[in-house]
C-alpha cells in the first residue's frame, strides 16, 4: 500500500473526527439553542391545542376524510395523513392508474358538493407532494362551504367567514400560491 | 394578481438576490482560497491534525489525500448507519441493512444523497445530525476543493504543486459553509422548518392519533441546499412543511442552492485575473438553465399531459402553496445543480417537465452544477471547446494561457466519456435484468424513464429519483452505490491529474492566433458543444422514455 496513502488517509480520519463534533454536535446544539428561545414555536412544530389537549401541527395536514361530512376535506394525501411516512403518489403523467383514480375523485366531490365536475380545482383531485400538505385552494374551500354549513346547521355566509379567516393570500403579497389551512379551519368549526 | 405576474416576480426576485452577491461572495471565496493567513482555531486544529498549512501537495498527493479522506469517511457513515441504535435519540429505530448502509453512505460521501430509505421511518437523529449532514458539509468542500485546484492549474505556471487539500477542506467548511448554513437555518426556523428532538403525539378532532414527527430539520436543511447535496431529513425532502414551511423558505432553499455554484464563477475569474472569463462561463450556465426553465414551466403550468388536463392542472404530487411555478423552478434548480433536494414529485411531471429535468443531469452537472463540480465540469467543457474550435481553424488550442496538448486532452477525453458510459452500462444492466419490470412505479415508457433517471442521477451524484421506482433490493442498492461512487472519484481523479498537467507548464503568450474565451461568443460555442455532447450520448436513451412519452 502506498506510504504516502496510508499517512494522509490518517490525517483524513483525525480531521473527520475533530468536524463530527463540529458540524454534527456543536452546530445542530447552536441551531437548536437560538431556535428555541428565538422561535420556541415554530422550532417545536407549531403544535395546536383545542380544550388542554394538543390536537395537531398548524402545519401538517390531517386526514378529514370525505366520508365526514361535517368537516372541510383536506387534499387526497398517498400518506394518507400519516406524520412518519410522507410520500407522494409517484404516478406518472399518464398512468392508468392515476387517470382512473382523479375521475373516481371527481365523481365522489361532484355528488358530495353537489357539483359539476368541471367547478372542481385541481388540487382537490390530486395527491400533494408530502402526503401531508396542510392546505387547499380557496375555490376548493368555497365548494364545500354549503355542504359543512348544513351538516352543522350554520349559516353558509357564516362558515364563509370563517373561511376567509383562515385564508392567506401570497405570502407578502406575491409569493406562492393562496391558501386555507384545513387543521385550523376545522378547529374554529369546532369552537363554535 | 395572478399566477404568472407572481410567477416571474419570484424568478425575478431570485436572479436579482442572485445578481446582488454574485460578486462580493465570488471575491469573498476568492480570498478564502489564496490569503496566506490562517485563522487561529484553524492553527491550533491543524497542530492537532498534524498537517503543516504552509506546505503544498502535488497533483498525485492531493488525489490521495481527497481519495484517503473519501474512504474514511464512507467507512465511518456507514458504521454510524448500520450501529445506530447505540447511539443516542435513536428513537428506538434499529440499524440500516448493510447494502442500505452502503448505499446511503457512499451517496452522502459523494454529495450524491441517493435515497433508498424514508427518513423519518428508518434514521435516528444522532444518525441524521452526526452522520449525514457532517458529510452534506464535508463532501461539499471536498468539491470546492478539487475545482479550486484546477483553477490554481491554470494560475500557477511551472509549479509541481496545486496547494494544500487539507487547508482547503478545513476553510472551505468553516469560512463558507458552515456560518452560511447557520444563518440559513435559523431564517428556515422563522419561517417554520424545525429544530429539536422530540417525537409529539397528538389527538386529532377527527378521531385517531397522529405523530407529528421531531428533530433537528432546520440546520440539515440549510447546508442541504447550500453544499447542493439533497439528501431529506423526511421522506417528502423540501415538500414536507417541516423542511421547507412557506413561499419564502422556497425561496430561501432555491437561493442557497444557487449562490456558491453561481459565485464560483466569479471566484474562477478572480483568480485567473479575468472576470470576463469568469462571465462567459455564467453566461453558458445561465443560457442552459434559463431554457430548462423555460421549458419545464411551460409544460407544467400549462398543464400539458393526459392526467393534468383531466384534473385542470398539474397538481400530482405539488404542493397546495407553491402551486406550478415554484415546483418548476425549483426542479430545474435541484436537478441543475446536482442538489437533488425536491420540492414536488418529479416522477409525477408532465412528459416535458420531466424530461426537461433528466436533461439537466444529462449535461453532465454543469448548469450550474453542483458546489465545486460545476465549475471543475464546464471548465472540462470549456478545454474540449477550444480543442474543436482549433481543429476548426488548425491551431493549438489554448485556455487561460495554457496549452491544450495531448496529455490534457486524453484526461478530458476520459472525464467527458466517463460518466456517460457509467450511465448507460447500469441503465443497460437494470433493463437486462427481467426483474426490474417488477420494481417500476408505472408502466409503458415512463417506468422506462424511471430506470434512466435512477443511474443519471447516481452517477452524476444528484440524487433526486423519479421516486415510483422501487430500488431496495441488492442489485439496485448496490449498482446505484457503484454509479455514485465511480460517477464521483473518477471525474475527480482525472481533473486533478489535469489540474497538475496545467500547473507544470508555462504560461504560453496571447496572440492574435488565440481564441478569445472571454466573449459571448465562446459561451455560444461552449453550449453548443455541451448539448452535442449530451444529444450524441443519450439521445436513444431519451427516445425511449421521455420523448415517447410526450408524443403519445
Request: glycine content about 22%; charged content about 15%.
Given at each position: 500500500m502506498n506510504k504516502d496513502f496510508i499517512r494522509q488517509t490518517f490525517v483524513g480520519l483525525k480531521i473527520l473526527l475533530v468536524m463530527t463534533v463540529v458540524l454534527g454536535i456543536a452546530y445542530p446544539a447552536a441551531v437548536w439553542g437560538v431556535g428555541q428561545v428565538a422561535f420556541h414555536d415554530k422550532a417545536n412544530g407549531q403544535i395546536v391545542s383545542q380544550d388542554g389537549k394538543d390536537?395537531?401541527?398548524?402545519i401538517i395536514g390531517q386526514n378529514f376524510k370525505v366520508?365526514?361530512?361535517e368537516w372541510f376535506h383536506g387534499r387526497p394525501s398517498a400518506a394518507e395523513y400519516d406524520g412518519l411516512a410522507s410520500a407522494p403518489s409517484?404516478?406518472?403523467?399518464?398512468?392508468p392508474d392515476l387517470l382512473k383514480a382523479i375521475k373516481e375523485r371527481q365523481q365522489e366531490i361532484a355528488r358530495t358538493?353537489?357539483?359539476?365536475?368541471?367547478?372542481?380545482?385541481a388540487d382537490a383531485v390530486t395527491a400533494s407532494a408530502?402526503?401531508?400538505?396542510p392546505y387547499i385552494s380557496p375555490e376548493y374551500a368555497a365548494l364545500q362551504v354549503d355542504r359543512v354549513a348544513r351538516e352543522r346547521n350554520l349559516s353558509a355566509s357564516a362558515v364563509r367567514a370563517l373561511v376567509r379567516d383562515n385564508t392567506s393570500g401570497?405570502?407578502?403579497?406575491?409569493?406562492?400560491e393562496p391558501k386555507v389551512n384545513v387543521l385550523r379551519l376545522n378547529l374554529t368549526l369546532e369552537r363554535l | 394578481m395572478n399566477d404568472t405576474v407572481s410567477g416571474l416576480l419570484m424568478l425575478g426576485l431570485l436572479v436579482a438576490l442572485l445578481a446582488a452577491v454574485y460578486a462580493p461572495v465570488g471575491d469573498y471565496m476568492a480570498r478564502v482560497f489564496t490569503t496566506s493567513s490562517h485563522w487561529r482555531i484553524e492553527k491550533r486544529l491543524y497542530r492537532l491534525i498534524g498537517v503543516n498549512p504552509d506546505s503544498e501537495q502535488t497533483a498525485r498527493s492531493y488525489t490521495l489525500s481527497v481519495l484517503g479522506f473519501s474512504l474514511v469517511s464512507i467507512i465511518a457513515l456507514y458504521l454510524i448507519l448500520v450501529g445506530?441504535?447505540?447511539?443516542?435519540?435513536?428513537?428506538g429505530l434499529p440499524g440500516m441493512p448493510w447494502e442500505m448502509g452502503l448505499n446511503t453512505s457512499i451517496s452522502f460521501v459523494t454529495n450524491t444523497?441517493?435515497?433508498?430509505?424514508g427518513g423519518e421511518s428508518t434514521l435516528g437523529f444522532a444518525a441524521q445530525a452526526g452522520g449525514l449532514a457532517v458529510q452534506n458539509f464535508l463532501s461539499a468542500a471536498v468539491g470546492i476543493a478539487v475545482a479550486v485546484a484546477l483553477i490554481r492549474g491554470f494560475v500557477?505556471?511551472?509549479?509541481?504543486e496545486l496547494g494544500n487539500f487539507w487547508v482547503d477542506l478545513v476553510r472551505g467548511t468553516l469560512r463558507i459553509l458552515l456560518p452560511v448554513a447557520f444563518v440559513g437555518a435559523i431564517l428556515l426556523i422563522s419561517q417554520g422548518a424545525i429544530q429539536n428532538f422530540g417525537d409529539h403525539t397528538v389527538h386529532a378532532i377527527s378521531g385517531g392519533t397522529q405523530v407529528i414527527p421531531g428533530g433537528p430539520a432546520a440546520s440539515q436543511e440549510s447546508i442541504k441546499e447550500l453544499g447542493t447535496n439533497?439528501?431529506?431529513?423526511?421522506?417528502?425532502?423540501?415538500?414536507?412543511p417541516f423542511e421547507n414551511p412557506t413561499p419564502f423558505s422556497n425561496l430561501l432553499e432555491m437561493f442557497f442552492i444557487l449562490v456558491i455554484p453561481i459565485s464560483l464563477t466569479r471566484t474562477l475569474g478572480t483568480m485567473v485575473g479575468s472576470r470576463k472569463q469568469g462571465l462567459s462561463i455564467l453566461g453558458a450556465m445561465t443560457f442552459l438553465i434559463g431554457a430548462a426553465v423555460a421549458l419545464t414551466t411551460w409544460a407544467e403550468v400549462g398543464a400539458h399531459s393526459q392526467a393534468a388536463r383531466l384534473a385542470g392542472g398539474?397538481?400530482?404530487?405539488?404542493e397546495t402553496q407553491f402551486g406550478t411555478w415554484l415546483s418548476s423552478m425549483f426542479a430545474v434548480f435541484t436537478t441543475g445543480t446536482s442538489?437533488?433536494?425536491?420540492?414536488?414529485?418529479h416522477d409525477s411531471f408532465t412528459p416535458v417537465g420531466g424530461g426537461t429535468v433528466l436533461v439537466n443531469m444529462m449535461l453532465?452537472?454543469?448548469?450550474?452544477?453542483?458546489?465545486?463540480a460545476g465549475i471543475y465540469g464546464i471548465l472540462v467543457m470549456a478545454i474540449l471547446t477550444v480543442f474543436i474550435a482549433g481543429l476548426m481553424v488548425g491551431r493549438t488550442p489554448e485556455l487561460l494561457g495554457k496549452k491544450i496538448g495531448r496529455k490534457e486532452m486524453t484526461y478530458v477525453a476520459l472525464y467527458t466519456l466517463s460518466v456517460p458510459a457509467i450511465v448507460l452500462v447500469g441503465i443497460g444492466a437494470a433493463i437486462a435484468r427481467s426483474s426490474t419490470t417488477d420494481v417500476m412505479?408505472?408502466?409503458?415508457g415512463h417506468g422506462f424513464s424511471e430506470v434512466v433517471y435512477a443511474f443519471t442521477s447516481a452517477a452524476n451524484n444528484n440524487?433526486?429519483?423519479?421516486?415510483?421506482?422501487?430500488?431496495?433490493s441488492d442489485f439496485f442498492q448496490l449498482s446505484l452505490a457503484a454509479a455514485m461512487l465511480l460517477g464521483r472519484f473518477i471525474p475527480i481523479i482525472f481533473v486533478l491529474a489535469l489540474a497538475g498537467s496545467l500547473a507544470k507548464q508555462g504560461k504560453v503568450p496571447v496572440t492574435a492566433g488565440t481564441l478569445p474565451t472571454h466573449t459571448p461568443l465562446f459561451a455560444g460555442l461552449l453550449v453548443g458543444v455541451i448539448l452535442l455532447i449530451t444529444g450524441l450520448t443519450f439521445f436513444p436513451a431519451l427516445a425511449l422514455g421521455p420523448l415517447a412519452e410526450a408524443l403519445s
Open positions: 390536537v395537531g401541527s398548524a366520508k365526514d361530512p409517484n404516478l406518472g403523467p399518464s398512468n358538493e353537489g357539483v359539476d365536475v368541471s367547478e372542481i380545482p408530502s402526503g401531508l400538505d401570497r405570502q407578502l403579497g406575491f409569493l406562492g | 445506530q441504535s447505540l447511539l443516542p435519540f435513536d428513537r444523497n441517493w435515497q433508498s430509505y500557477r505556471s511551472r509549479s509541481g439533497g439528501g431529506g431529513f423526511f421522506n417528502a425532502n423540501s415538500a414536507h398539474a397538481m400530482e404530487g405539488k442538489t437533488g433536494a425536491v420540492n414536488a414529485s453532465g452537472e454543469v448548469s450550474p452544477g453542483g458546489v465545486g412505479g408505472n408502466p409503458g440524487g433526486s429519483a423519479f421516486g415510483g421506482i422501487t430500488v431496495t
